[in-house]
């Protein structure tokens, strides 16, 4: 009797092949974009976790309050602030970036992109390197003494930007000054950071007269220090040191695990987002589902009154047609879970192909794809309980009669 309850409901799902395809379309779309979405959403966290843990866990950044890395704040930081960092207790050391965005001459072609300045101190140079996870493809990193030398983002090496590329001893113009290339950074993925160029700090003061502001300022800890304790130290003397009171700071201190949660809270908004414009379309699909029982019930009237007449029970009845709608649900869960995980897949080969491994990292989770396929199947169970009653408590009598 059981496996009736399956093999009926089956043979009427391949008998009504198109009207059964119809039903299918609102569960899968439904389904697919919700797989996707979460599973892209993962990626992205994912790629971000490892981002920032690769960056350690005893490295502070020193922010000023509002903007993005200093970028677009009213407020920056100083070269006093810097040193004010470096001489307190637990922090082994300190060193100071800032960045503007400027135009860049080459080929008589211009481009405009962020041009960074940092110490050319081996120690501090050391620290961005490791901070920005930079890593050299060709040419040397910058040295004392090299005040208009500059290593440029891996697109200046392809002939992209200026119609040719740039060599190794080439002269640029960076905001009408003239700098050598001595170094090639290895790609990263992001075409602002593809595109910067890095020069000595103290040539970035003399071109663009930043008055020794800094954009941001990276500290790393001693070995034994606690992070959040060294951090509590700094934020302390600045706020003395700018005689602020507490809660008004116009500075704010990080860690990697807090840019990642930071990171992690605005991805799961936007995915809560757009499942919920998602679960549109499986709404649509669960009324789909509903108006072709609906329509199954009217065309197998008779067939119904058949069943009673032999022995049927109402609740034999109901299970066939819960378990039918139940079947919708589920076929549709899995043609959607195997779009949506294509899908995600197809998004990840393009994004490597693009910009590189390092934004997108995809998983299988089987935890959600099992989670999906019991929730489609739950709605086409729901989506077929009035249809179902509908059909148990027809009578077997005025059935038999129906045409």
């Given amino acids: 009797m059981i496996k009736d309850y399956f093999k009926i409901p089956a ?7 198109l009207r059964s395809w119809l039903t299918l379309i ?35 950044f020193i922010l000023p309050k509002g903007g993005f890395f200093g970028m677009g704040s009213s407020e920056l930081l100083t070269e006093d602030d810097l040193e004010l960092v470096q001489g307190t207790s637990g922090v082994k050391i300190a060193t100071g970036l800032t960045q503007g965005f400027a135009k860049s001459e080459f080929n008589d072609l211009v481009h405009y992109g962020f041009i960074s300045g940092i110490s050319t101190d081996p120690e501090e140079r050391a620290l961005v390197w490791d901070a920005q996870t930079y890593g050299m493809a ?14 440029l983002g891996y697109e200046y090496s392809l002939p992209n930007l200026f119609d040719k590329r740039v060599e190794l001893g ?9 700098f050598k290339v001595v170094g090639f950074l290895e790609k990263i993925g992001s075409p602002p950071d ?15 007269d930043s008055n020794n502001e800094l954009n941001f300022i990276i500290a790393q800890t001693k ?5 959040f304790l060294v951090a509590e130290d700094i934020e302390e003397e600045l706020r003395d040191d700018h005689r602020l009171d507490e809660g008004e700071e116009d500075f704010e201190i990080q860690t990697p695990e807090q840019f990642a949660e930071t990171f ?45 007449a032999i022995g049927a029970r109402n609740s034999h009845i ?22 949506g995980i294509g899908f995600a897949k197809l998004t990840e080969f393009a994004f490597v192909q693009a910009v590189g491994p390092a934004f997108l990292v995809i998983t299988i989770d089987w935890v959600l794809i099992i989670g999906t396929l019991i929730f489609s199947f739950l709605i086409g169970v729901l989506s077929g309980i009035a249809p179902a009653r509908r059909a148990s408590k027809l009578n077997p009598v005025d059935s038999l009669r129906y045409e």
Avoid: C, W
């Fill in 26 to 60: 609102g569960i899968f779309i439904g389904i697919a974009a919700i797989v996707s979405l979460i599973t892209l959403g993962q990626g992205l966290e994912n790629a971000i976790e490892k981002q920032f843990s690769a960056l350690g866990k005893d490295k502070l």
């Fill in 223 to 227: 070995l034994a220090e606690d992070p």
């Fill in 194 to 208: 593809d595109q910067a160029a890095i020069i000595p700090l103290d040539a970035y003061e003399e071109v663009f």
């Fill in 138 to 151: 060709e040419g040397r990193l910058l040295r004392k003494g090299d005040k208009f030398k500059t290593i």
């Fill in 318 to 339: 109901l299970y066939l047609f819960l378990v039918e709608s139940g079947l919708y649900g589920i076929l549709g869960g899995l043609i959607g879970v195997t779009l």
């Fill in 170 to 178: 080439d002269k640029i113009l960076l905001h009408n000054k003239e």
């Fill in 11 to 17: 043979k009427e799902i391949r008998r009504r092949k």
């Fill in 264 to 308: 992690g809270v605005i991805l799961d908004i936007v995915q809560i987002v757009l499942i919920g414009i998602a679960g549109i379309a499986l709404l649509v699909g669960g009324i789909g589902i509903m108006n072709t029982m609906f329509t199954a019930v009217l065309q197998r009237t008779k067939e119904i009154g058949i069943m009673k």
